[in-house]
C-alpha cells in the first residue's frame, strides 16, 4: 500500500468542506460517534441531512467566528492508498497557510464553482501550486448540479483554465466535473455525466503517480545527528544518521561531504540498525565512511555527477509568514534541512502579484502573506538545490532570531 | 537490483525517525513521555530504531496519576529496563500534597487535568526542551491542528493561533529560556496504522489490551472497571465480561470494550468493523465538552 498527500484549496463556498467530507464519508472513514456530533451541530438542516462541511471545522474558536485559522490534517484509506489531506483555508489572507499545507503535498486539488468559472482565487491558488511546484494539480468542476451538469459549462471552464495555466509552471493537469453536495464522480461514476469517461476523483487520487524523488544523479543525505555508542564492544563506531531526501546510497560509493567538500568512501549503510546494501529516499538510515573525518549535523553527504549548490549568496522566493514585516536589511536564521546558519536579508527585488503573476519592483518590505523575490547572504555557506530542480532540498525557512518563529518559507533558486 | 518501493508503514516510520533524530540533534534535554500504551509503546520502538546501535539518548518519563492499570505500570519498568533508557516516574500524588491541589470529586473523578501539573514540575526539574509524545491528529480535532514541533510557553500553555508554520520537513524547535516544545512523531498515523505496525515489528503489548474477564460498571454505553480509584453507587450494574482495552489511560477515565480479541490480528479485524472511534468508544474525560480536548491543550495538557 502507498502513501499520498495532498491538499484542497478553495473556500467554503466552493464547497470544499463538502467535497472533504464526502471523500470521508463515501470511503467510510467517519465513525458513527462523529456523525451524531456533526448531526447535533447541523441544526438548521432537515431531518436526517447533515452538512459534511462540518467534519472539517476544528477548534471552538475557529466554530465561533466560523472561520478556519490554520491547515488541518485528515486521514483516510482506501484498500490501494492511505490518504493525507491538508485542509487549508483558501481566503486571501491566508496564504501562508496554504503555502503550508501545499510544502509536504503530492497533489492538489483545486475546486472551481461551475457557475463561477475561473476567479480570483482559482488564479491565487493555482500560482501557490505553481510556486510549491506540487507534481499533479487536479482542477474539481464543482456545483455541476447546479448548471444542469452541462457538457458545455464544462467545457468552457476547461479551455478557461488551460489558458490561464499555461502562463504557469505546471506538469500535470487534470480535470473532473463533480457535484460535491450530491456525490457525483467523487467516488462513484455519475449518471448525471454521460459525457465524461475520465477517471472519478477517488479512483485519480488512488492511481495517480507519486513522485517519489529517486534521481540518482542526485543523491542528498544531510546528517541530522551522529551516533557514536562509545560502548566498549562499539568502541570505534561513528555513524551519521540523517534522512535519504534523493537518490540512493552504497556500500563502496564516493561520496562528498558538503560545505567542506571532504571525500571519502561509504563503509556501509545502516536503516535501523541493519545492514543493507542500499539506502533509497525518503529512507532514514545511518551511513558508515571509511575515513575518520569530522562531520557534524548540517553537513551534506552527496555522491553522483550533479552536485548541489555551495553559496553564501543566494536567491529566493519567499512567503512572508509573520505580522512585523520583512524589511531589507534584516537578519534571521536561516534552516536548510539539518543546517541553520544566521543570514541578511540584503534586497527585496520584487513582489509577486498571487493574483496576477505581476512583478512590483521597488518594494521596500513584505508583510504576512505577500510572496517576494529576496537576495540573501549567509554568514557561512549552505548547501541546496534549486526548489524546481529538487524541491526535497529546495526548501528553506527563515526563524526570526529574537522571537524564534518561522517567519518565511523559501524557495532557494 | 532492488525495487525502490516502500510501503506506507515504512514512509510513517521513516518520516516519524527524521523527527526523533531532529529532536536529538535540536535540543539538549529531550524526554520521551512514556505511558505504557500502544502510542509511547510504538514512540520507543522508533526512538530505539532511530539511534541504532546507540541507545536512546534521553530518558523515558512516565507522569504516574496514581491510578494506572497495574499491568501498564509493569510493563513500562520492563520496557525501561529491556532499552537501558534512563526511566524517570514523577507522581501526581505527590505533586497533590506539594501544592495543596483540591483532587477532583464525582463519580469517575480523573486526575488527568491534574497531569499537567506535574509534568511542568518535572520539565522544570530536569530543564526538558523538549517532550516527545504520542498523540495522533486523527485521535481529536483539536490534536488534528496542532504542529509536529508543538511550541508551549513557560505555563505549558498551546496557542493555536500563535503556532509556527511547518513547511517541507523543516522543523524549528528554537525556544526561549523556560519554554518546550512538546514534539509529536506519530502525529500522521492513524489506530489502525499504529496497530499494523505493532504487528509488522512484533512488538510486545501489555496484557489489558487483548481480551480479558473483568468485573465492570455499566455506564451509559461505556464499559468502566472495578478499581479502587472510582465511586460505586448503590445502583450501579456491575458485571462480569470479556473486555479489552483499545486505548489504556487512566483506571478512571479509560473505558473498555467488550471483545473476545486474543491477538494483533483479531484486534485489526476488529478495529476495521467497528462503527465508532477510538476516543468516543474509549475516552469518558472527552465526552464532557466539544471543545475538552482544545481546553486541555491550552492548559498545558500534552
Known amino acids: 500500500m502507498d502513501l499520498l498527500r495532498f491538499i484542497t484549496a478553495g473556500s467554503v463556498d466552493d464547497g470544499k468542506s463538502t467535497l472533504i467530507g464526502r471523500l470521508l464519508y ?7 460517534d462523529q456523525l451524531e456530533t456533526i448531526q447535533r451541530q447541523s441544526k438548521n438542516k432537515q431531518e436526517g441531512e447533515i452538512d459534511l462541511a462540518l467534519f472539517t471545522d476544528g477548534l471552538r474558536a475557529e466554530r465561533e467566528q466560523g472561520i478556519t485559522i490554520d491547515v488541518a490534517y485528515k486521514y483516510f484509506s482506501t484498500d490501494k492508498r492511505k490518504f493525507i489531506i491538508a485542509d487549508a483555508p483558501g481566503h486571501i489572507q491566508y496564504t501562508r497557510n496554504m503555502v503550508t499545507g501545499a510544502s509536504n503535498s503530492d497533489l492538489i486539488i483545486i475546486l ?65 466535473p463533480v457535484s460535491a453536495l450530491n456525490g457525483d464522480n467523487i467516488v ?24 517519489r524523488d529517486l534521481d540518482f544523479s542526485e543523491s542528498r543525505f544531510p546528517v541530522q545527528y551522529v551516533i ?33 567538500h571532504i571525500e571519502s568512501e561509504i563503509e556501509a549503510v545502516e536503516v535501523h540498525g541493519i545492514e543493507v546494501e542500499e539506502a533509497f529516499a525518503p529512507q532514514s538510515a545511518v551511513l558508515r565512511l571509511k575515513d575518520d573525518i569530522d562531520i557534524n549535523r548540517g553537513d551534506v553527504i552527496v555522491t553522483g555527477s550533479s552536485a548541489p549548490i555551495v553559496s553564501q549568496e ?23 534541512q539539518s543546517r541553520r546558519v544566521r543570514c541578511i536579508v540584503k ?67 | 537490483m532492488p525495487q525502490h518501493k516502500l510501503d506506507y508503514l515504512d514512509l510513517l516510520e521513516a518520516e516519524s ?73 514523577r507522581k501526581v500524588e505527590d505533586t497533590i500534597k506539594a501544592k495543596g491541589l483540591k483532587e477532583p470529586a464525582g463519580k ?62 523543516l522543523y524549528n524547535g528554537k525556544i526561549a529560556k523556560g519554554e518546550n516544545v512538546r514534539v509529536f512523531p506519530i502525529s500522521n498515523w492513524v489506530e489502525l496504522d499504529v496497530w499494523n505496525y505493532i504487528k509488522r515489528e512484533g512488538i510486545e503489548l501489555p496484557s489489558i489490551y487483548f481480551t480479558h474477564e473483568r468485573e465492570v460498571i455499566i455506564h451509559g454505553e461505556h464499559l468502566v472497571a472495578l478499581s479502587p480509584f472510582i465511586r460505586i453507587d448503590e445502583d450501579d450494574v456491575i458485571v462480569k465480561k470479556n473486555v479489552r482495552y483499545r486505548t489504556v489511560g487512566d483506571m478512571t477515565c479509560t473505558a473498555a470494550v467488550e471483545s473476545s480479541a486474543s491477538s494483533i490480528d483479531d484486534i485489526i479485524s476488529e478495529i476495521n468493523r467497528t462503527n465508532i472511534s477510538e476516543r468516543g468508544e474509549t475516552r469518558i474525560d472527552d465526552q464532557v465538552s466539544e471543545a475538552a480536548m482544545e481546553d486541555r491543550k491550552k492548559n498545558g495538557y500534552f
Open chain 1, 314 to 336: 543566494i536567491e529566493a522566493t519567499l512567503c512572508w509568514m509573520d505580522n512585523k514585516p520583512l524589511t531589507a536589511g534584516g537578519k534571521y536564521l536561516l534552516q536548510v
Open chain 1, 26 to 32: 463515501d470511503t467510510d472513514s467517519i465513525k458513527v
Open chain 1, 112 to 176: 472551481i464553482d461551475a457557475r463561477q468559472g475561473v476567479v480570483e482565487q482559482t488564479r491565487r491558488h493555482s500560482i501557490i501550486a505553481s510556486l510549491l511546484q506540487i507534481p499533479h494539480v487536479v482542477v474539481t468542476i464543482n456545483k455541476m448540479d447546479m448548471v444542469d451538469y452541462s457538457e458545455a459549462a464544462y467545457n468552457s471552464i476547461v479551455d478557461e483554465y488551460s489558458r490561464m495555466a499555461q502562463t504557469l509552471n505546471m506538469k500535470d493537469i487534470r480535470f473532473i
Open chain 2, 108 to 169: 469517575f473523578a480523573s486526575r488527568n487535568a491534574l497531569q499537567s501539573y506535574t509534568l511542568l514540575d518535572t520539565i522544570e526539574e530536569f530543564g526538558f526542551d523538549a517532550c516527545i509524545g504520542g498523540a495522533r491528529r486523527d485521535e481529536e480535532k483539536a490534536r488534528a491542528k496542532e504542529r509536529i514541533f508543538s511550541v508551549r510557553d513557560e505555563f505549558g500553555q498551546w496557542d493555536p493561533k500563535k503556532q509556527r508554520p511547518e513547511l517541507w520537513n
Open chain 1, 188 to 211: 462513484n461514476s455519475s449518471p448525471n455525466t454521460p459525457w465524461y469517461t475520465g477517471q472519478t476523483l477517488l479512483d485519480l487520487l488512488e492511481t495517480i503517480d507519486v513522485v
Open chain 2, 17 to 89: 525517525i527524521h523527527i526523533m533524530r531532529e529532536v536529538a540533534g535540536q535540543f539538549e534535554r529531550p524526554a520521551l513521555l512514556f505511558s505504557g500504551g500502544k502510542d509511547s509503546i510504538t514512540l520507543v520502538q522508533l526512538a530505539l530504531k532511530a539511534f541504532k546501535p546507540g541507545k536512546i539518548p534521553f530518558p523515558l518519563v512516565h507522569i504516574d496519576t496514581g491510578h494506572n492499570f497495574p499491568e501498564a505500570l509493569e510493563y513500562r519498568d520492563r520496557i525501561a529496563a529491556e532499552t537501558g533508557a534512563k526511566l524517570i516516574v
Open chain 1, 347 to 413: 534586497q527585496i527585488n520584487f513582489k509577486l502579484d498571487v493574483n496576477t503573476l505581476e512583478k512590483q519592483e521597488g518594494i521596500e518590505k513584505a508583510s504576512l502573506n505577500d510572496v517576494v523575490h529576496v537576495t540573501i547572504k549567509t554568514a557561512s555557506p549552505i548547501v541546496y538545490d534549486t526548489y524546481t530542480s529538487l524541491r526535497a532540498n529546495g526548501g528553506a525557512i527563515l526563524i526570526d532570531e529574537t522571537a524564534n518563529t518561522t517567519v518565511a518559507g523559501l524557495m532557494l533558486s
Open chain 1, 228 to 260: 557514536r555508542p562509545q560502548s566498549d564492544d562499539l568502541h570505534d563506531y561513528r555513524g551519521y544518521a540523517g534522512k535519504v531526501l534523493s537518490g540512493s546510497y552504497k556500500k563502496g560509493d564516493k561520496i562528498i561531504v558538503l560545505p567542506d
